[in-house]
């Protein structure tokens, strides 16, 4: 079955940087757009990123251009998220996406804290 499990969250200071990683198993990742979500607590999920199949074309939301990088490693199935620039709204869960066969699949998320 899909699964995903991601990973690297955690409590960083404002203008630092994470990497949050995802790794894929259950499905041919490398034939999937992939995408990354956060949620804030009592809110809906918001899209952060999306790629392609090849890597080549990415999609980010407005207030994390330039700050955030999607990418994804097709041999080993797993898909990264660079954040830089971090900021105390960044704070949430962040959480790995694919749909496949008109189904989405999340993983448990990871909490992402910025804070001084």
């Known amino acids: 079955q899909v699964q995903l499990v991601e990973s690297g969250g955690g409590l960083v200071q404002p203008g630092g940087s994470l990497r949050l990683s995802c790794a894929a198993s259950g499905f041919t990742f490398s034939s999937f757009f992939m995408r990354w979500y956060r949620q804030y607590p009592g809110k809906e999920r918001e899209l952060v990123a999306a790629?392609?199949?090849?890597?080549?074309?990415?999609y980010y939301a407005d207030s994390m251009k330039g700050r955030f990088t999607i990418s994804r490693d097709n041999a080993n199935s797993t898909l990264y998220l660079q954040m830089n620039s971090l900021k105390p709204e960044d704070t949430a869960v962040y959480y790995c996406?694919?749909?496949?066969?008109?189904?989405?699949?999340w993983g448990k998320g990871t909490l992402v804290t910025v804070s001084s």
């Open positions: 996406h694919v749909m496949r066969d008109g189904i989405n699949y």
């Open positions: 790629i392609d199949t090849t890597g080549r074309n990415t």
